[in-house]
């Protein structure tokens, strides 16, 4: 039911990965971007061809430039415009090298950051004639680099025509191949184009046009070693691939055990060969396909024919805490044809795991600090950003299957930024909100931590905010989680997370000044995902052993094993020591911590109850409370 909500929303809200989002009501295209150096991690980078796999009738690699009887041209492009490039890129939203393409050297580059201020760009640049000898099958490939924003539909296009003023017989093909929004391609990323059904048969001229269009305003795009060829018969290439939990649709990266659900998984395929490809699948895979492998119902694709594949079962993950899930999807064919890039046929995703109590969204990936005030972004340059508000919330969606208590929202914090205005958020006002959404899709506020104070030790680490009223979530229902600032302030992130046009929609925002009201054109969603986080750990998990030392322990209650994370700065030894509840001692460890350590204790030999564990540095020592189920 809110399943249902969450892609409605997907396809309704102008496609950017910092974009608006029009949760409780629809605003105009908000021409603002917020700095997200997200990447696709689902994408893997096409390995670089040296010729076609069919024969060759025309190409060009931009060594002399920009070639004799190409044309230039465009509607709104608002100053910026193509050019030949063969140098690094660095401006506000982008520092980026050279195209890594084959040829290497000079590329055709259209840089919608070069003019000021941001706005909708439309230019393209156009081939001579191309000549053809009545070839039945024909393509173009080319090798690219890009990172795009902010529009809806896909905006990278390749555009054929007979006709030189592109007035008549015109057809257009998608360039941007999935990348989401707002994601830098891989570099490069290598396309392939059938465009036997504007070129196929045709003795005469074809003219190609690379055309970024209307509704995306900037970052940039790099093309080179363009090539027409004679379609090779086998090309399958994926797009769109997706992993997530059964009922939300969202690929969550730890589930607690009493959230366990189905993992479902789905890719998208289009036959850019020149053959049909029968008994075309996808294989899903986890962990090799030691943990799961499903395959979906074969079926026969056309020429430039295209359709969604799924597996006929999903995966179940066992209840083991902490056994890292990899999942990969790859195409194939029966046909025993050699595929063209057979890079392009596999999609891989970061791990997710079981946990005992954390359910996140974001990978456990390395940090990347992001943020929101008035006036500088992160990643070393100022952004545009809302100018009526520095005050903000931000967070993720989160399906529950089953009823629990829900003790406290986790929340990594980001840093300080340095630079030309830098921003210090030591002191920065935050706290936490749970969020249910009702059957309109509105933000209905269940419960609030109370306000904290970020402290200098707090930069780059954990922060868990209690829930005062420990509020149950229910089974069935969608929550939103969030933090919520009242001074400039740098939240974690870590990952991408699914934008719109994904099967789950956009399951990531940031709304000023809060979900509840935003102010006008100042609600977005991003792919960046913030690391944050519901935790139901009824025990408050983090110690603090000395300036030196914290330390968890879980799972607490536990059956028998109890797992003690302990994270030193300097190497320290400890003392551990579990006693029952008349004071006796049943057992001890001396344990080197340096950095961090994991110690695992087993109390299975003892009866169930309650136990005392403590850890002593030899000047101080916490006690914490066992619980034997």
Same mark, same amino acid.
């Given at each position: 039911?809110?399943?249902?909500?969450?892609?409605?929303?997907?396809?309704?809200?102008?496609?950017?990965?910092?974009?608006?989002?029009?949760?409780?009501?629809?605003?105009?295209?908000?021409?603002?971007?917020?700095?997200?150096?997200?990447?696709?991690?689902?994408?893997?980078?096409?390995?670089?061809?040296?010729?076609?796999?069919?024969?060759?009738?025309?190409?060009?690699? /931009?060594?002399?430039?920009?070639?004799?009887?190409?044309?230039?041209?465009?509607?709104?492009?608002?100053?910026?415009?193509?050019?030949?490039? &063969?140098?690094?890129?660095?401006?506000?939203?982008?520092?980026?090298?050279?195209?890594?393409?084959?040829?290497?050297?000079?590329?055709?580059?259209?840089?919608?950051?070069?003019?000021?201020?941001?706005?909708?760009?439309?230019?393209?640049?156009?081939?001579?004639?191309?000549?053809?000898? !009545?070839?039945?099958?024909?393509?173009?490939?080319?090798?690219?680099? /890009?990172?795009?924003?902010?529009?809806?539909?896909?905006?990278?296009?390749?555009?054929?025509?007979?006709?030189?003023?592109?007035?008549?017989?015109?057809?257009?093909?998608?360039?941007?191949?999935?990348?989401?929004?707002?994601?830098?391609?891989?570099?490069?990323?290598?396309?392939?184009?059938?465009?036997?059904?504007?070129?196929?048969?045709?003795?005469?001229?074809?003219?190609?046009?690379?055309?970024?269009?209307?509704?995306?305003?900037?970052?940039?795009?790099?093309?080179?070693?363009?090539?027409?060829?004679?379609?090779?018969?086998?090309?399958?290439?994926?797009?769109?691939?997706?992993?997530?939990?059964?009922?939300?649709?969202?690929?969550?990266?730890?589930?607690?055990?009493?959230?366990?659900?189905?993992?479902?998984?789905?890719?998208? #395929?289009?036959?850019?060969?020149?053959?049909?490809?029968?008994?075309?699948?996808?294989?899903? &895979?986890?962990?090799?396909?030691?943990? /799961?492998?499903?395959?979906?119902?074969?079926?026969?694709?056309?020429?430039?024919?295209?359709?969604?594949?799924?597996?006929?079962?999903?995966?179940?993950?066992?209840?083991?805490?902490? #056994?890292?899930?990899?999942?990969?999807?790859?195409?194939?064919?029966?046909?025993?044809?050699?595929?063209?890039?057979?890079?392009?046929?596999?999609?891989?995703?970061?791990?997710?795991?079981?946990?005992?109590?954390?359910?996140?969204?974001?990978?456990?990936?390395?940090?990347?600090? /992001?943020?929101?005030?008035?006036?500088?972004?992160?990643?070393? !340059?100022?952004?545009?950003?809302?100018? @009526?508000?520095?005050?903000?919330?931000?967070?993720? +969606?989160?399906?529950?299957?089953?009823?629990? @208590?829900?003790?406290?929202?986790?929340?990594?914090?980001?840093?300080?930024?340095?630079?030309?205005?830098?921003?210090?958020?030591?002191?920065?006002?935050?706290?936490?909100?749970?969020?249910?959404?009702?059957?309109?899709?509105?933000?209905?506020?269940?419960?609030?931590?109370?306000?904290?104070?970020?402290?200098?030790?707090?930069?780059?680490?954990?922060?868990?905010?209690?829930?005062?009223?420990?509020?149950?979530?229910?089974?069935?229902?969608?929550?939103?989680?969030?933090?919520?600032?009242?001074?400039?302030?740098?939240?974690?992130?870590?990952?991408?997370?699914?934008?719109?046009?994904?099967?789950?929609?956009?399951?990531?925002?940031?709304?000023?000044?809060?979900?509840?009201?935003?102010?006008?054109?100042?609600?977005?969603?991003? @792919?960046?995902?913030?690391?944050?986080?519901?935790?139901?750990?009824?025990?408050?998990?983090?110690?603090?052993?000395?300036?030196?030392?914290?330390?968890? #322990?879980?799972?607490?209650?536990?059956?028998?094993? +109890?797992?003690?994370?302990?994270?030193? *700065?300097?190497?320290?030894?400890?003392?551990?020591?579990?006693?029952?509840?008349?004071?006796?001692?049943?057992? &001890? *460890?001396?344990?080197?911590?340096?950095?961090?350590? *994991?110690? @695992?204790?087993?109390?299975?030999?003892?009866? *169930?109850?309650?136990?005392?564990?403590?850890?002593?540095?030899?000047?101080?020592?916490?006690?914490?409370?066992?619980? #034997?189920?």
């Amino acid at each position: 039911m809110k399943k249902i909500y969450l892609c409605a929303m997907a396809l309704s809200v102008g496609s950017f990965a910092m974009a608006q989002s029009n949760q409780q009501k629809t605003f105009s295209d908000a021409k603002l971007e917020i700095y997200n150096p997200a990447s696709d991690a689902t994408v893997k980078s096409n390995n670089i061809i040296n010729k076609a796999a069919g024969d060759t009738i025309w190409s060009e690699d /931009f060594t002399g430039g920009f070639p004799a009887g190409w044309t230039k041209g465009g509607t709104t492009n608002n100053g910026a415009d193509w050019v030949i490039n &063969s140098a690094a890129l660095s401006a506000p939203f982008t520092n980026t090298g050279p195209i890594l393409s084959t040829s290497g050297g000079n590329h055709m580059l259209f840089f919608g950051e070069t003019i000021n201020p941001i706005a909708d760009r439309d230019a393209y640049f156009q081939t001579a004639a191309i000549a053809l000898t !009545g070839q039945a099958s024909v393509s173009v490939v080319f090798q690219q680099k /890009f990172r795009l924003c902010c529009a809806a539909a896909a905006a990278l296009n390749v555009v054929v025509s007979t006709d030189p003023t592109f007035a008549t017989n015109v057809q257009t093909f998608d360039a941007r191949g999935g990348i989401a929004i707002n994601a830098m391609s891989p570099d490069p990323f290598v396309k392939h184009i059938n465009i036997s059904a504007i070129a196929g048969g045709v003795t005469g001229n074809i003219y190609l046009r690379f055309h970024w269009a209307t509704g995306a305003s900037h970052y940039f795009w790099m093309v080179d070693d363009i090539a027409v060829i004679e379609t090779p018969l086998m090309d399958l290439v994926a797009s769109n691939a997706y992993y997530g939990s059964a009922q939300g649709e969202v690929p969550y990266t730890r589930i607690p055990v009493a959230q366990n659900q189905p993992i479902n998984f789905s890719i998208e #395929v289009i036959n850019q060969g020149a053959a049909t490809q029968t008994g075309t699948i996808m294989t899903a &895979s986890i962990n090799g396909g030691t943990a /799961f492998a499903g395959t979906s119902t074969p079926v026969a694709l056309a020429p430039a024919a295209t359709d969604s594949l799924f597996p006929t079962t999903s995966f179940t993950p066992p209840t083991t805490i902490g #056994v890292p899930y990899a999942t990969s999807l790859e195409l194939s064919s029966s046909t025993g044809h050699t595929d063209f890039l057979p890079s392009d046929n596999i999609m891989t995703f970061p791990p997710f795991e079981i946990s005992q109590f954390i359910y996140a969204l974001d990978d456990f990936g390395p940090l990347q600090d /992001f943020g929101a005030t008035n006036t500088i972004g992160n990643g070393g !340059g100022p952004r545009p950003a809302p100018s @009526t508000s520095v005050e903000f919330e931000a967070g993720n +969606f989160f399906d529950v299957v089953s009823t629990q @208590t829900l003790y406290a929202i986790d929340v990594v914090v980001g840093n300080s930024t340095t630079g030309a205005t830098p921003v210090n958020i030591v002191g920065a006002t935050i706290d936490a909100v749970l969020y249910e959404i009702d059957a309109q899709g509105n933000f209905v506020e269940i419960d609030r931590s109370n306000f904290y104070t970020v402290t200098s030790s707090d930069l780059r680490n954990k922060v868990r905010l209690e829930l005062p009223n420990t509020p149950s979530v229910t089974a069935g229902t969608f929550y939103f989680v969030a933090v919520h600032a009242l001074n400039p302030f740098f939240y974690g992130t870590s990952g991408a997370s699914p934008g719109n046009g994904t099967r789950s929609g956009a399951v990531s925002l940031i709304f000023y000044p809060d979900m509840t009201g935003p102010n006008t054109n100042e609600n977005f969603f991003t @792919t960046q995902t913030p690391m944050v986080r519901m935790n139901f750990d009824p025990l408050n998990s983090v110690n603090e052993l000395s300036n030196n030392t914290t330390f968890s #322990v879980f799972p607490n209650p536990s059956n028998d094993i +109890f797992n003690i994370n302990l994270d030193a *700065k300097n190497t320290e030894v400890v003392n551990l020591t579990v006693t029952n509840i008349v004071g006796q001692s049943v057992l &001890s *460890k001396r344990v080197t911590v340096s950095g961090q350590t *994991k110690e @695992t204790i087993s109390l299975a030999d003892f009866d *169930k109850g309650i136990y005392f564990l403590t850890i002593d540095n030899n000047n101080e020592k916490q006690t914490v409370k066992l619980i #034997v189920e």
